[in-house]
């Protein structure tokens, strides 16, 4: 019976792991989709996008209920208690970035015939790679209980910040020199806040990582661009 019921919560917490992997998988494509919508103007894409953020939404809920049960039923201790709440938290960080996604994806169907020059939309597309590389890498992370991985990743956290603030700037310069500018800068604007909670929110990830694995906080400041600038929207919608 003992023998059982270790193998039965055994199979929870694999279970558990499997749903993160799905969450990240989907968020992954979400953000990809997204970027590549505006990137070509695609709103069908875009709309495509907006549709997949109930299932994620879903799997956060199932994620969270499945976890409230195996607390209540098993009484976990230690690092397999640390497992059941690392996915509560992972999953609700994956489930705000299909939303910041969703938000960039909403932009896209907002500025359908008005798209800027390719110049000004890759910026945005750069900040993008960088925090899809770093989505991808902390939910590698996860599946690897790679600490070492997940720390790098939280180390380079003001890269993307200062992407942002640069983009900022630029987009400020085209909409003081030109007014038609404005309109489209704005919306990318939004998009590149998005974006940058996005990388806060892998970086989230990597510092719940970084206790499953050890049991201990990140208690370091994490890195900061001194000059980011306040918030831009990327309120969930």
């Known amino acids: 019976m003992s023998d059982h019921i270790v193998k039965s919560f055994d199979q929870e917490l694999m279970d558990l792991g499997r749903k993160i ?22 709103t069908d894409l875009a709309q495509r996008v907006i549709a997949t953020d109930p299932r994620l939404d879903a799997l956060e809920r199932e994620i969270e ?11 976990p201790m230690a690092v397999d208690l640390r497992a ?6 992972i999953a609700s960080d994956l489930e705000r970035i ?42 590698d992370a996860y ?10 990743v939280w180390e380079h956290d003001e890269e993307i910040d200062q992407l942002h603030n640069s983009l900022f ?12 500018n404005i309109g489209f800068c704005a919306h990318l604007l939004f998009c590149a806040k998005n974006i940058e909670r996005i990388g806060d ?16 906080t990140i208690t370091s400041e994490r890195p900061r661009n001194s000059s980011a600038y306040a918030p831009l929207g990327g309120a969930k919608s």
Do not use: C, W
């Open 21 to 42: 992997a799905e969450m990240g998988g989907i968020a992954e494509t979400m953000l990809s989709n997204a970027i590549h919508a505006l990137e070509k103007a695609d």
């Open 65 to 75: 209920e499945r976890a409230i049960v195996t607390i209540a039923k098993r009484q």
């Open 84 to 89: 059941v709440i690392s996915s509560i938290r």
């Open 98 to 139: 299909g939303d910041l996604a969703k938000n960039v994806a909403k932009r896209v169907v907002a500025i359908d015939g008005q798209f800027p020059p390719q110049k000004i939309v890759g910026g945005v597309s750069h900040m993008s790679e960088l925090a899809l590389d770093r989505l991808k890498r902390v939910i």
């Open 143 to 152: 599946a690897q209980r790679d600490v070492a991985e997940a720390v790098d």
């Open 169 to 180: 700037r630029e987009l400020l310069t085209y909409m003081m020199e030109d007014p038609r």
């Open 201 to 216: 929110h892998a970086t989230n990830i990597a510092e719940t990582i970084h206790y499953l694995v050890t049991g201990e």
